[in-house]
């Protein structure tokens, strides 16, 4: 069965950092498009980043500078670092995967992982 999981959100202070990690079982990440998504309830699901399969990365502008996306290929871990943490930055964090370039439009992706929460207290 082919899916992604995410991990590592939690309650941090603005200004702080976080980890999220997204492991594929039965993908290997390293030969699909990732993609980190964000939804807070009420609102769409928004992209943040993604990494191509050939590693060509892609950041929203709100998050461009504090967060990094990277993958650990003998892990088949995909991970977002945020850094500088906003309490805009609230939301469900979700992990994707789609064939094709780096887009951030989470109808272009087809595997999606159950999410894992993030909230930035002032």
């Known amino acids: 069965q082919v899916q992604v999981a995410e991990s590592g959100g939690g309650l941090v202070q603005a200004g702080g950092s976080l980890r999220l990690s997204c492991t594929g079982s039965?993908?290997?990440?390293?030969?699909?498009?990732m993609g980190w998504f964000r939804q807070y309830p009420g609102k769409e699901r928004e992209g943040v980043s993604c990494i191509s399969w050939s590693d060509t990365t892609y950041y929203s502008d709100s998050v461009k500078g504090r967060f990094t996306i990277s993958r650990d290929i003998s892990k088949n871990t995909l991970t977002l670092q945020m850094n500088d943490l906003k309490p805009e930055d609230t939301g469900m964090y979700y992990c994707a995967a789609r064939s094709g370039s780096c887009y951030l439009a989470a109808s272009w992706y087809v595997i999606w992982g159950q999410g894992t929460q993030v909230t930035v207290s002032s």
């Open positions: 039965g993908l290997a990440l390293k030969d699909v498009t």
